[in-house]
């Protein structure tokens, strides 16, 4: 059974910088993919970036409104998910999601091919 917790939200000043982590357990990593997704309330969730194994190295995909700032990467068992956020803004204020499912050739960019969620850990950006 594939179980995902998110750590590292917090509160943190506009222009500051934050790392979230999703440990993983119960999947093979190098079969799937994960991906961090954030969601206000009355808002659809939506795609951070996500990241898939690749036959030589793993490929990502980044939501135009964060690229440049967010990076997404992986421990090398892949199990483990890391969302670097930088220069971050009062609108980034969000809950934030890992989400894993099996990799089918893919990357994905909606949250709705992902059906293993965590339980979200808040990030509050203040002005």
């Known amino acids: 059974r594939i179980q995902l917790a998110e750590s590292g939200g917090g509160s943190v000043q506009a222009g500051g910088s934050l790392r979230l982590t999703c440990a993983g357990t119960?999947?093979?990593?190098?079969?799937?993919?994960m991906g961090w997704f954030r969601q206000t309330p009355g808002k659809e969730r939506e795609v951070m970036g996500t990241?898939?194994?690749?036959?030589?190295?793993?490929?990502?995909y980044y939501a135009d409104s964060v690229k440049g700032r967010f990076t997404v990467s992986q421990d090398d068992a892949k199990s483990t998910l890391y969302l670097q956020m930088n220069n971050l803004k009062p609108e980034d204020t969000a809950m934030y999601y890992c989400?894993?499912?099996?990799?089918?050739?893919?990357?994905?960019?909606?949250?709705?091919?992902?059906?293993?969620w965590g339980q979200g850990t808040q990030v509050t950006v203040s002005s």
């Open positions: 989400a894993a499912d099996e990799y089918l050739g893919w990357v994905p960019s909606s949250p709705s091919f992902f059906t293993h």
């Open positions: 990241i898939c194994p690749g036959a030589q190295t793993t490929t990502t």
């Open positions: 119960g999947f093979y990593g190098s079969r799937h993919c």
